[in-house]
């Protein structure tokens, strides 16, 4: 049986007006996390996970609003399997492996009768 005992640092920078729908601002989030091994099969590694998500409205009102979102992960160390970096990249594909793993996401989101449409695009 695998123990680990470790720890975890968070930065957070929000800009952001609105959380739930934001439509200006700016959201910078950094995690690192560390992890030594407490049993003799357990091994030591460590995760870097940060993230920029930008988002900006075309017009006055703020109904159209342009997002971008990247972010990712980095193991470093010797994690397992299990727990190396991964992404899911449709609803049954997931990508794990020991180089690092970076998602990005654009939209658009279209304010209409008081509710967000959105209109997303993987770039």
Do not use: C, E
């Not at 934001?22 to 995690?31: H, K, Q, T």
């Not at 560390?34 to 920029?52: H, M, V």
């Not at 049954?92 to 209109?119: E, H």
């Amino acid at each position: 049986m695998a123990a680990h005992l470790g720890g975890k640092l968070n930065f957070t920078f929000d800009s952001r007006k609105d959380k739930l729908l934001p439509d200006s601002g700016v959201l910078i989030s950094i995690n690192a996390s560390t992890f030594r091994g407490a049993g003799d099969n357990a091994r030591d590694y460590g995760q870097i996970t940060p993230l920029i998500a930008i988002d900006r409205s075309l017009n006055a009102a703020g109904t159209i609003v342009v997002s971008d979102r990247v972010g990712g992960i980095v193991s470093l160390g010797n994690p397992a399997f299990y727990q190396l970096a991964s992404i899911m990249l449709r609803l049954s594909w997931r990508w794990s492996g020991s180089s690092p793993a970076i998602r990005q996401n654009a939209g658009i989101r279209i304010s209409v009768w008081g509710s967000a449409f959105r209109i997303n695009s993987l770039i």
